[in-house]
C-alpha cells in the first residue's frame, strides 16, 4: 500500500523556524513533494525533493531521506501568513498519494 | 488568465439528484485529476487522465463518471446523490512528466442535503 504519515498540528510563533516530518511509504517511490493550502483555498505546491537532500525556495526548504523514507519541510522566518494546512506527498506508480495534512498555526 | 477553473464553486442538492461538475485547464497539461477532500481535509485521488484517456481510477463508486472530451477538459458526473458524497472536489492538472507539480482549481463545494 501507500501512505504518509505527518503530524496533524503544529504551533510556532511568529519569527520562528518550524520543521514539518513526513514519513512514507509508497511503491515505485519517485520523490516527495511539498503543498501548502489556505482555509477556503486549493492546495498550491511548495516543493519537490526526487534526490536526497535539502532544496531551498526562499524561507522554505525541503528535505529529503530515500534510506529512511523520511522528509521534512523547514519554514524559516515565520509569518502570520504561513499558518495554512501543510501536506506531503509522495509520486509513485504514476499517481501522487497526500499524506493527512498538518496545520500550523503561527502566533504572534 | 486562471490556470485551472471549475465550476460551479458552490453545488447544494438534494439526496438522489444527478450533477456535473466541469474542469478546464489553460496550461496545455497532458494529464488532469479528480481528488475528493473530506471534512477532515484529507485529500484522497479519485480519477487522473493522461491525454484524455483514463490511467488511474480509485475505489470510487460508480456513481461517479468522469468524462474527458479533449485533454484541456475533464468533468465529473455524479449520479444518484449520497449525503457521504458531500466534500470539496478539486480538479488539478500536471505535465505527464511532472506528475509531483499539480495545479488546482479552486474546488467545488458540494453540499448533499
Given amino acids: ?16 523556524i518550524v520543521q514539518i516530518n513526513c514519513t512514507y511509504q509508497t511503491s515505485g517511490f519517485y520523490g516527495l513533494s511539498w503543498y ?35 522528509g521534512y519541510l523547514l519554514l524559516q522566518e515565520l ?3 504561513d499558518s495554512a494546512s501543510y501536506f506531503c ?20 | 488568465d486562471t490556470a485551472v477553473s471549475q465550476t460551479p464553486k ?10 456535473s461538475i466541469k ?5 496545455g497539461h497532458d494529464t488532469m485529476y479528480w481528488y475528493k477532500q473530506d471534512s477532515k481535509k484529507f485529500l484522497k485521488i479519485m480519477f487522473s487522465y493522461n491525454n484524455k484517456e483514463l490511467i488511474i481510477n480509485e475505489t470510487v463508486p460508480n456513481r461517479f463518471s468522469p468524462k474527458s472530451p479533449d485533454k484541456a477538459h475533464l468533468n465529473l458526473h455524479i449520479n444518484s446523490l449520497e449525503l457521504g458524497d458531500s ?27
Fill in chain 1, 1 to 16: 500500500g501507500q501512505s504518509l504519515e505527518q503530524p496533524s498540528e503544529v504551533t510556532a510563533v511568529e519569527g520562528a
Fill in chain 1, 36 to 70: 501548502q493550502q489556505h482555509d477556503g483555498g486549493a492546495p498550491t505546491f511548495l516543493s519537490y525533493n526526487a534526490l536526497d537532500g535539502l532544496e531551498e525556495t526562499g524561507r522554505f526548504s525541503s528535505f529529503l531521506s530515500r534510506s529512511d523514507s523520511y
Fill in chain 1, 79 to 81: 509569518q502570520m501568513k
Fill in chain 1, 89 to 108: 506527498a509522495g509520486t509513485g506508480g504514476f499517481k501522487t498519494i497526500f499524506g493527512a495534512g498538518t496545520r500550523l498555526f503561527v502566533k504572534a
Fill in chain 2, 10 to 19: 458552490y453545488l447544494v442538492t438534494q439526496m438522489g439528484n444527478d450533477k
Fill in chain 2, 23 to 27: 474542469c478546464e485547464q489553460n496550461l
Fill in chain 2, 87 to 113: 466534500a470539496v472536489y478539486f480538479c488539478a492538472s500536471s505535465q505527464a512528466q511532472l506528475l509531483w507539480e499539480q495545479f488546482f482549481g479552486p474546488g467545488t463545494r458540494l453540499t448533499v442535503l
